[in-house]
């Protein structure tokens, strides 16, 4: 596997959880 899709996919998910938990925060309040 290419070294650089392994990192943009870690990038990928690592951002679609800080945009959840950013979310659930947002709207917990």
């Known amino acids: 596997m ?3 899709l392994v990192m ?3 990038w990928a998910q690592f ?3 800080l945009a ?3 979310y659930f925060l ?3 309040r």
């Open 20 to 22: 959840l938990l950013g």
């Open 15 to 17: 951002l679609l959880l």
């Open 2 to 4: 290419d070294q650089g």
């Open 26 to 28: 947002a709207r917990g």
């Open 8 to 10: 943009l996919a870690a």
